[in-house]
């Protein structure tokens, strides 16, 4: 078999999710908006999030030890592991840094990527190229994402949207069938302004104006960020179908990122795939940065709903602007 024909398979998927529901009636009580507002503009009707002292690489830690349980796979014998968030506990180390310690996969080398909500994707990519040039044998890669740790509770544009929670998955080197297929990417720094924390980093540390501005929360122009999510995502999935050799309806289950219902219709539509072949945790979960896609795949493969043989494709989009799609073989 050549190196083009090795592919990475997902053989095990874990999640974590915050025990604490937050319904939009708790919103209503938060900030001036209701439960029919958010419902008809993005689908959600509760989200988790997380209690007081909980933190991102704990919450990275249950789902890739759920992963890692999942696929029959020890520790040890992970060779890369990936994670992916925009919500690190500290700038140093990274988040990865934390987990392979608290996990003990020792064996292998750690890093963190920062793609705000395609991160999963773009790792799930960086682990196939690793598995297929025959690096290793086994890519944990992990997203985790604490969503309301830098959330404006005061702006209704945003803190109603986002989430917290964590997933994760396994993947092997595979030489069958199965496995990543393809995958499309992008992304356009020109419009990093649309979506962003102003404030926190070295180009504009923190300071008292910056805190009573609260410029170290998300800042989001949600109507630019809807036209641009829509365009990237059909974008990315026609390209990561083309790439595959198939179109929409070869798709058994799109497994979107799930950041606004409208969104998911406009891509599902544009990919001429029916509603009833989207999976949605939107409603329950709200939008999870990065972490949505791997929790979604998880809840799809344990309740069924992804069966040996199928075709899945995933589109993301999130800030930097960055997107992307993956269509998998299962």
């Known amino acids: 078999m050549s190196r083009a024909e090795i592919r990475a398979e997902i053989v095990g998927t874990g999640r974590y999710l915050p025990e604490r529901v937050f319904t939009n009636a708790d919103m209503e009580r938060l900030v001036e908006t209701s439960d029919e507002w958010i419902r008809e503009r993005t689908g959600i009707r509760e989200r988790r999030i997380a209690e007081e002292g909980t933190t991102t690489a704990g919450m990275g830690l249950e789902a890739a030890r759920e992963a890692l349980a999942d696929a029959g796979v020890t520790p040890e014998e992970v060779d890369v592991l990936m994670v992916s968030t925009a919500t690190p506990d500290r700038w140093l ?18 890093f963190d990527l920062h793609a705000a909500c395609s991160g999963f994707l773009y790792n799930l990519s960086m682990a196939e190229g690793y598995l297929a040039l025959g690096k290793g044998d086994v890519a944990l890669v992990v997203a985790t994402e604490l969503m309301s740790g830098i959330l404006n509770w005061e702006d209704r544009a945003t803190c109603v949207l986002f989430g917290d929670g964590a997933g994760a998955a396994v993947l092997r080197r595979s030489e069958g069938e199965r496995g ?17 924390r102003p404030a926190g980093g070295i180009r504009k540390p923190l300071d008292q104006e910056g805190l009573l501005k609260r410029e170290h929360m998300v800042q989001m122009a949600g109507r630019e960020i809807f036209k641009s999510a829509v365009r990237a995502m059909c974008d990315a999935s026609a390209h990561a179908l083309e790439k595959a050799g198939i179109t929409g309806d070869d798709v058994d289950l799109m497994v979107p990122h799930q950041a606004n219902m409208r969104i998911l219709e406009a891509t599902a539509r544009y990919a001429k795939i029916p509603m009833d072949r989207v999976y949605v945790n939107l409603d329950r979960y709200g939008n999870m940065s990065s972490a949505s896609i791997p929790v979604a795949l998880d809840e799809c493969l344990r309740e069924g709903r992804i069966q040996p043989g199928d075709t899945v494709l995933s589109p993301a989009f999130g800030a930097g602007l960055t997107w992307g799609a993956t269509v998998f073989q299962f």
């Open 93 to 110: 180390p990274s988040t990865a840094c934390e987990l392979q310690a608290a996990l003990g996969t020792h064996n292998a080398f750690a």
């Open 180 to 196: 990543i297929v393809s995958h499309h990417f992008g992304s356009d720094g020109t419009l990093a302004g649309l979506l962003h």
